[in-house]
């Protein structure tokens, strides 16, 4: 069935290191695929998206490129920032239907 | 500016009650979704509508009732048949077509006193 593999977190990092959360997903035909974050006690937020094979979605610094060789939409940063700091989740909608499919989400913690 | 509107932010529910969240958009969007959230777990989706008046069960619909009489409103009941309701509910919604993204409320956390 479809799904969604994130690393599991916490993820700690020294500001401004680099940043990657692995992302891969399982699914039927070509899926448009999504970061969301989500800072503590809100909603999630759209990050960044990517609709076929190549694209590369970027926004805040971040990036991600749909890989569709090997099903994987990883986040990249080059430099993360304490502000950062939040919960991250790849997700993917696709394969008929409008819903999302969720990673578990993956934290991540920026110290000075 | 267009966005989703969750109210109330905190819910307190005795045992044996149903309580209702509360979800509006002024996105014009015609799909709506809840989800729940459980801490360190992703989200799992309660019910959605794709359309005024009809509504489909998501992966854990027991124990929880929707209506879609208006395009803007998505309330959620959480009946007292929901055995284990504390968590931290939230609301989307989206346009039609699957690269359409879906956009999220604040959330609602609801706690059992």
């Known amino acids: 069935g479809n799904s969604v593999t994130q690393m599991e977190g916490p993820v700690t990092l020294s500001e401004e290191a680099f940043l990657t959360i692995n992302c891969t997903y399982t699914a039927t035909g070509y899926p448009s695929l999504f970061w969301y974050v989500q800072y503590p006690g809100e909603g999630l937020q759209l990050l960044l998206k990517?609709?076929?094979?190549?694209d590369k979605g970027s926004n805040k610094g971040f990036e991600a490129t749909y890989r569709k060789e090997t099903t994987s939409f990883h986040l990249e940063k080059g430099s993360v920032q304490v502000s950062d700091s939040a919960v991250y989740f790849c997700a993917f909608r696709g394969g008929g239907g409008n819903k999302l499919t969720f990673g578990t989400g993956t934290q991540l913690k920026v110290e000075l | 500016d267009g966005g989703i509107t969750q109210s109330p932010k905190y819910l307190f529910r005795k045992e044996g009650q149903n309580v209702t969240l509360s979800c509006e958009q002024n996105?014009?969007?015609?799909?709506m979704y809840w989800y729940r959230q459980d801490p360190g777990q992703g989200l799992r989706l309660i019910y959605y509508?794709?359309?005024?008046?009809?509504?489909q069960k998501g992966d854990i619909a027991e124990g929880y009732s929707v209506s879609r009489e208006k395009k803007e409103s998505f309330p959620l009941t959480v009946t007292s048949a929901q055995k284990n309701p504390t968590a931290f509910y939230l609301c989307a919604s989206s346009g039609t077509g699957e690269w359409q993204p879906q956009h999220f409320g604040d959330g609602t956390r609801l706690s059992i006193l």
């Open positions: 996105l014009n969007h015609d799909a």
């Open positions: 509508s794709q359309i005024v008046n009809d509504f």
């Open positions: 990517a609709t076929k094979a190549d």
